[in-house]
Structures are given as structure tokens and as C-alpha cells.
């Protein structure tokens, strides 16, 4: 058999093929390279969209975090201004109070001092005048 085989070798190797036959040949082998390079192409392609989209998802939930710490923000600040407005309406009932307590002390003060200083003069002064005027002269 192996004789066989070499007499067919020596066989094809004188055999000349056509050239158009032969240009066919080499068409048809690069017709079944280029899937190659396009699967190559269709891999990095692939991969360049994943990688992409990826980018994207994380740019996007940075963008949806960055919204939602400034809505917390936002919140914690009108929440700070309630607070604010509550202890500015304390103070000021506070303040108030203290003006009352003060204006009452001070009307006290003034009941008694008008009451030990200003009336007896007048009312001896009007006690001389009625006697006077009951007592003719």
C-alpha cells in the first residue's frame, strides 16, 4: 500500500491544474478566512459594547445616587428650618413671657407705690378741702 501510495503522489505532483481551477481554490480559502476575521471583529465588537454599557449603568447610578443625596439634603435642610421656625417660636414665647412677668412686676411696683405714696397726700389733701368747705370760714 505504501507504494501505492507514493506512485499516486508522484502521480499528482506531475499533474498541472488549470488556472482557473486554481484561482477558484484560493477564493474559496479566503472566503473561509474571513469569518475568522469577522468573528475576531464581531468579539471586540461585542466586547466593547458589554464593557460600554457597563460605563453607562454606572454612570447612571451615580447620576440616581447624586439625585437621591440631594433629595436627603434637601430634606434634612427643610427639616432643619421646621426646627428652626419651633425654636424660634419657643424664644419668642419665652421672650414674651418675660416681658408679661416683667410688665406685671413693674404694675405691681407701681399699684403699691401709688397707693403708699401718691394717695394719702391727696386724700388729706381732699379731707382738708372738705372740711373747709363744710366749715364756712
Not at 477564493?27 to 465588537?45: D, E
Not at 435642610?77 to 419651633?86: G, I, K, N, S
Not at 424664644?91 to 403699691?112: C, D, K, M, S, W
Request: aromatic residues 6%; contains cysteine.
Amino acid at each position: 500500500m505504501d507504494r501505492e501510495l507514493q506512485n499516486l503522489i508522484r502521480h499528482l505532483q506531475d499533474e498541472k491544474c488549470p488556472q482557473s481551477v486554481l484561482d477558484r481554490v484560493e477564493q474559496t480559502i479566503a472566503r473561509q478566512k474571513t469569518p475568522r476575521r469577522s468573528m475576531r471583529a464581531s468579539l471586540v465588537l461585542a466586547w466593547t459594547v458589554s464593557i460600554v454599557c457597563l460605563f453607562g449603568a454606572i454612570a447612571l447610578w451615580q447620576r440616581q445616587a447624586r439625585r437621591e443625596a440631594q433629595f436627603v439634603a434637601a430634606e434634612m435642610a427643610a427639616a432643619q428650618a421646621e426646627t428652626d421656625r419651633a425654636l424660634v417660636v419657643q424664644q419668642t414665647q419665652e421672650a414674651f413671657g418675660y416681658i408679661g412677668q416683667a410688665l406685671l412686676r413693674a404694675a405691681v411696683h407701681t399699684e403699691n407705690t401709688l397707693l403708699k405714696e401718691a394717695v394719702p397726700p391727696i386724700r388729706n389733701g381732699f379731707e382738708l378741702v372738705k372740711n373747709k368747705v363744710n366749715k364756712p370760714i
